[in-house]
């Protein structure tokens, strides 16, 4: 899929009479995403958050190229080399996996490359692998689920099974939880990326003597998850990241999850101007409330426009400082970023509720402020 953004826009182009793009070069932005299988959702949000901002810009020099990763790899590896060696892209972005990301942003900024991250934040390239052409808007893994872990201290928790799927973030999601969760374990599971049969799990749960659980189980494995936990009869309290209980995740989950309390760093009444106008357009232009990954890609489309209102994309050193100076307003409100380019920002609690028909989140509470990652003291540019 190619998507060309001068066509998106093309209103926009017909007021302003092309002047922008008459007087700058185009710069074209690579967006590799999952749009199929069972993982679509995100990418599509992701997607559709950004190409909302690229339109709400009026910036008609900006020509995005969308492909589908298949959530495979190889495919993510190929993908990329196409878009820098053929496309020509500039900046490169849209990544939802943590194990694609590892496969792809290493070999494209060694090639001078640019890459945004509007979801995927691995460890491996907060500390020691970071480079100083990535980027993540969205947070470092760990971040949500260290959150969950200072919530579950305070809600009395002392005995939490945790699990989730075995690849880095599943990996990063269980370190982040124990980081700051203060109390005992009862279990610890890594379970098959893309699994859909949690019986054997949930056994091991009720078995355990556990007086909470901490799952980290995105898209799909985390419907299974939830629908089958809810019918197990299992009365154990859940604590998790908004990626388990996020907007369509809900949908499907149903009343199973009402009363969950999960951790974010966005939630669609963060109450602020720019987030309130964001939630209204995506739910007039798309037809369905925004996630918590369509907020990262529209906020990842605004970092990128600011940077480039500043600087040339160009003249890497320029366009790097416009990156790192975040001159842009976020769905999140208070946003910088830390010295290994990733997020500083605050951590809300949520619980899941029902508005007339749809289930969403509403924010209880704040569970870290000012919050950055451990990984920045080993990141040297």
């Not at 269980?174 to 203060?182: D, F, M, N, P, S």
Request: hydrophobic letters at 45%; one cysteine or more.
């Amino acid at each position: 899929m190619v998507l060309r953004t001068m066509a998106f826009a093309a209103t926009l182009i017909a007021a302003t009479g092309g002047a922008y793009a008459d007087e700058h070069d185009v710069v074209k932005v690579g967006m590799i995403t999952t749009l199929s299988g069972g993982g679509a959702g995100l990418g599509i949000d992701v997607r559709d958050g950004f190409m909302l901002a690229i339109a709400q810009s009026g910036n008609t020099n900006i020509e995005v190229v969308i492909e589908d990763d298949q959530r495979k790899p190889d495919i993510a590896v190929q993908l990329a080399d196409e878009m820098i060696q053929s496309e020509k892209v500039d900046i490169l972005t849209g990544i939802i996996w943590s194990n694609l990301a590892m496969a792809v942003v290493p070999g494209a900024v060694a090639q001078g490359k640019f890459y945004i991250s509007p979801n995927a934040g691995p460890s491996a390239l907060a500390g020691r692998g970071c480079h100083p052409n990535y980027f993540n808007v969205a947070w470092q893994n760990d971040n949500l689920h260290e959150a969950a872990g200072a919530y579950a201290n305070t809600a009395g928790y002392t005995n939490s099974f945790i699990l989730a799927p075995n690849y880095p973030a599943g990996q990063d999601a269980l370190t982040g939880y124990k980081r700051l969760y203060e109390g005992e374990l009862a279990g610890e599971l890594f379970t098959e990326l893309g699994q859909t049969d949690y019986a054997s799990e949930i056994a091991q749960i009720r078995a355990s003597g556990a007086d909470s659980v901490f799952f980290f189980l995105p898209g799909g494995m985390g419907i299974s998850f939830l629908k089958q936990y809810a019918d197990s009869g299992v009365d154990i309290p859940v604590v998790g990241p908004a990626f388990s209980f996020d907007q369509g995740i809900l949908q499907a989950v149903g009343a199973a999850a009402l009363g969950v309390a999960n951790t974010s760093q966005w939630s669609k009444d963060i109450d602020n101007p720019t987030n309130a106008a964001f939630v209204a357009s995506f739910q007039a232009e798309y037809g369905r409330l925004p996630s918590l990954y369509a907020s990262q890609g529209f906020d990842a489309a605004n970092l990128i426009l600011s940077a480039l209102e500043r600087a040339d994309v160009n003249d890497a050193d320029a366009f790097r400082t416009a990156l790192e100076a975040a001159e842009f307003d976020s769905t999140r409100g208070r946003f910088s970023f830390g010295p290994n380019h990733h997020p500083i920002q605050d951590f809300y609690v949520r619980e899941v509720v029902q508005e007339g028909d749809i289930f969403t989140n509403r924010i209880v509470g704040t569970a870290l402020e000012n919050h950055g990652d451990v990984y920045a003291a080993d990141c040297s540019f």
